[in-house]
Antibody
Framework: HVQLQQSGPGLVKPSQTLSLTCVIS??????????WNWIRQSPSRGLEWLGR?????????DYAVSVKSRLTVNADISKNEFFLHLNSVTPEDSALYYC???????????WGQGTLVTVSS | EIVLTQSPGTLSLSPGERATLSCRAS???????LAWYQQKPGQAPRLLIY???SRATGIPDRFSGSGSGTDFTLTISRLEPEDFAVYYC??????????FGQGTKVEIK
């Protein structure tokens, strides 16, 4: 049974880096049929896909243009987890952040519980 | 960028009634890459339909999806009390890789 468990701070100061962790159980992060995604939700932007990492003999990444210059998504096979690192955050990055699996490479069939992040000094 | 527009914004219905939700894309979407999600307050979205019409594991058969090109529909044949929630459509494959509609709220009349 696949489960995703998120952790990370709920409050980040402007200009700092937001780092979130998603611990995976029930499947390997290096699965050849899955992708590992970060999605956020806010009243102003709705549901917004941010980026993903996946393994197909080597690691690949894709990022939304809106955050591409500030976002890194990577994974740790030994701990079976993946990460979001968003730098230079502003109050506009305040949102509920979710990690989610891309089953069969795309549809988001498993989600983490969500982490509410506020960017404020 | 493909924009997904959902209608109506809010649907007020009674348990037992049929719900028909629309998702219209600004450009043609590959049917294989259109999904629907249900979200309840305080919960993450839950996958209902993928590939426009395939039900996800454990999803009751009162949920069905249809459509192609730019027009897609989610139908709930007979609303159960637990079906009152917000529903989102999602497309995959166009830059950005994923986009979501703004959601349709199905509320109790």
């Amino acid at each position: 049974h696949v489960q995703l468990q998120q952790s990370g701070p709920g409050l980040v100061k402007p200009s700092q880096t937001l780092s979130l962790t998603c611990v995976i159980s029930g499947v390997s992060v290096s699965s050849n049929s899955a992708t590992w995604n970060w999605i956020r939700q806010s009243p102003s932007r709705g549901l917004e896909w941010l980026g993903r990492t996946y393994y197909r003999s080597r690691w690949y990444n894709d990022y939304a243009v809106s955050v591409k210059s500030r976002l890194t998504v990577n994974a740790d096979i030994s701990k079976n987890e993946f990460f979001l690192h968003l730098n230079s955050v502003t109050p506009e990055d305040s949102a509920l952040y979710y990690c989610a699996r891309g089953g069969s490479g795309w549809y988001n069939d498993y989600w983490g519980q969500g982490t509410l992040v506020t960017v404020s000094s | 960028e493909i924009v997904l527009t959902q209608s109506p914004g809010t649907l007020s219905l009674s348990p037992g009634e049929r719900a028909t939700l629309s998702c219209r894309a600004s450009q043609s979407v590959t049917s294989s890459y259109l999904a629907w999600y249900q979200q309840k307050p305080g919960q993450a979205p839950r996958l209902l339909i993928y590939g426009a019409s395939s039900r996800a594991t454990g999803i009751p058969d009162r949920f069905s999806g249809s459509g192609s090109g730019t027009d897609f529909t989610l139908t709930i044949s007979r609303l159960e009390p637990e079906d009152f929630a917000v529903y989102y459509c999602q497309q995959y494959g166009s830059s950005p890789l994923y986009t979501f509609g703004q959601g349709t709220k199905v509320e109790i009349k």
